[in-house]
């Protein structure tokens, strides 16, 4: 008899959003993900190594111990705490593309989400901000690029915790409901052992 494939092992690198932050861990991203990627007839896990608070930087620091988990792709969705905390644009983008250098040096596939700053801090930042993701996206084709991790959810009070940034469980199934594609895409870019 035949032996069913290895689940692929897909990690998510990120913040309080993939921590499922406010949220029981099945509520969660990557719960919610691995659940949705299963019925799709995806043998897939998701790790979650998101961390609340972190940044760009603290998620460039963990990376290496992160990958002991041995993922075949990784999602990178971390940048939303650099522009809650008005961290320098040019800085996530050296922390995001020494991220994703890593993982290419290590045929690692990768999807990177892409995250805007809070309006509070002005048009211009926002500009710079965003295109920290737009450029990273131009400058590694190989990776996909989902430009807006909370797209659909940001700023809706339905989908979103009373804090106004993390989204309830509703807010996390409409989060994977439009995600899965890009997901798909990176599933579809990790090689058969």
Known sequence: MAQAPRPLRLLMLGDSITAAYGLS???????????????R??????????????TTAGGRSRLEWSLAEKPDAVIVALGGNDGL???????????????????????IPAML??????????????????????????????????P???????GDP?????DGIHPNPRGVDEMVRRMVPAVEMLLQKVRPA
């Open 25 to 39: 861990r099945p509520e969660g991203l990557p719960a919610r993900l691995e659940a949705t990627l299963r019925a």
């Open 158 to 162: 339905a989908l979103n915790q009373p």
């Open 113 to 146: 989400a892409g995250m805007l700053a809070p309006p509070n801090l002005g048009a211009d930042y926002g500009r710079e901000f965003a295109g920290v993701f737009q450029t990273l996206a131009r400058e590694n084709p190989e990776v996909v690029s989902y």
């Open 85 to 107: 905390r008005g961290i320098e644009p040019r800085t996530s983008q050296a922390n995001l593309r020494a991220i994703l250098e890593m993982l290419k040096n290590r045929g």
């Open 41 to 54: 007839g995806h043998a897939a896990t998701v790790i979650d190594a998101g961390v609340s608070g972190d």
């Open 148 to 154: 807006f991790l909370l797209e659909g959810v940001a």
